[in-house]
Structures are given as C-alpha cells and as structure tokens.
C-alpha cells in the first residue's frame, strides 16, 4: 500500500529563522511522483514542485529547496529565512505511475506559523 | 490563463437530501480530479475523469458520483447526504499525458450538512 507520513502536525518559527518539513512515503512501485502543495488560509492548494522517482538531484527554487533521498523514501522541504507569509499548511503528496490517470495520495499536512 | 473554478464556494444542506457541485478546469485541460478534505480523514481522492470517462476511483461509497461533460467541466454529487459530508471539496485539473501529471487545484466548494 501506497502511504505518506508527515510527522510534524504543527511548526511555530519566528519570521527569518529556516525551518524543515518532513514528508516520509511508503510504495513499492519503482516509478512514481512526489509534490508539495501548499494551502493558505483561503483553502486553495498551490502547487509547490513534482519529482520523479529517478531524479534524487535536490532543487532550490529561490528560498525554498528540496531534498530528495530515495534510500530514506524521504521528500523534505526546507525554507530558508521564513516569513509571515509563508504560514500556510503545506502537504506533501504521492502518485504511483499507472496506464492512466492519476490519483494523489496526501500525507495530513503541516501547519506552518511563523510569527513577526 | 484562468485558474480552476468551483461553484458555489459554500453550501448548507441538511441531512438526505442531494447536493451537486462544479467544477471548471483550466483551459486545455482535460483531466478532473475530485478530493475530499475533512479534519480528521484529511485530503481524500474521490475519482477521476478524463474524456468523459471515469479513469480512477477512491474508496468512497456510491453516494459519491461524478460525471465529466464534452468540454472537459465535471460535476460531482453525493445523494443521502450525512452529517459526516461536510467538508472542503477540491476540484483538480491537469494535462492529458504519460505518468502523473502535475494537478492544479481550485478553490474548493465547502459544504455543511445539517
């Protein structure tokens, strides 16, 4: 079975400081896709990144970065001098690859608060 | 380019009766996707369509239905509604290709049942 863990239910950092989210999957598949989304007060899920199963290469997209380790089956999403802004919860999803079609499976989601 | 639309964005109903909810996806894309979001169960997939045609199902039950229309606008609609229905309902769209495309989310319709 196809299964993500987000360990961390709640995060409070003050404005400038980096902060760390964890994001854990299980799958047997060889061949899949990770993303992160994040939902901001307003309910609607922003799409953050995608990453296949074959590219463990990190990605850095301005403050935030992604760390993608295939050995641990982690997916970890670090951002780097926070701000108020970003308080949001963020999720971190999976997809198997399949002959069509998709279905996303969600871990339960970080809150993120970070205080002025 | 316009984002995905859902209408209406908030609805009260009360227990049995029927609701139907929209969703429009991002021009020139073809396939909808359906989650549910509650506190305690979190974000659920309910289906998929693509063509008219549903392609992949959650584990809900048959109350739960969906259909998708020509221009790629899908509707869902749960009958027999039950207290536990209320929720955040996200419509996703994406492109038709190999693998799993990356989905773009709308605002979501909150439904409350009474």
């Known amino acids: 079975a196809q299964k993500v863990t987000q360990a961390q239910t709640e995060i409070s950092v003050v404005e400038k400081e980096d902060v760390t989210l964890d994001c854990v999957y299980e799958t047997r598949d060889t061949t899949y896709y990770l993303f992160w989304y994040k939902q901001p007060p307003s309910g609607e899920l922003v799409f953050l990144i995608r990453?296949?199963?074959?590219?463990?290469q990190n990605e850095i997209s301005g403050r935030y970065s992604w760390n993608f380790q295939k050995s641990t089956s982690s997916f970890n999403f670090t951002i780097t001098a926070s701000q108020v802004v970003d308080s949001a919860v963020y999720f971190c999803?999976?997809?198997?690859?399949?002959?069509?079609?998709?279905?996303?499976?969600f871990g339960k989601g970080t809150t993120l608060s970070v205080s002025s | 380019k316009a984002g995905v639309t859902q209408t209406p964005r908030y609805l009260i109903k009360t227990r049995g009766q029927q609701v139907t909810l929209s969703c429009s996806p991002i021009s020139g894309h073809r396939s909808v996707s359906w989650y549910q979001q509650t506190p305690g169960q979190g974000l659920q997939f309910l289906f998929e369509?693509?063509?008219?045609?549903?392609?992949n199902k959650g584990n809900f039950p048959g109350r739960f239905s969906g259909r998708q229309f020509s221009n790629s606008r899908s509707e869902m609609n749960v009958s027999t509604l039950e207290l536990g229905d209320s929720a955040l309902y996200l419509c996703a769209s994406s492109l038709e290709s190999s693998g799993a495309d990356t989905q773009y989310f709308g605002p979501g319709t909150r439904l409350t049942v009474l």
């Open positions: 990453r296949n199963s074959f590219d463990e």
């Open positions: 999803a999976l997809d198997q690859v399949r002959q069509a079609g998709t279905a996303l499976i």
């Open positions: 369509y693509f063509s008219e045609t549903q392609r």
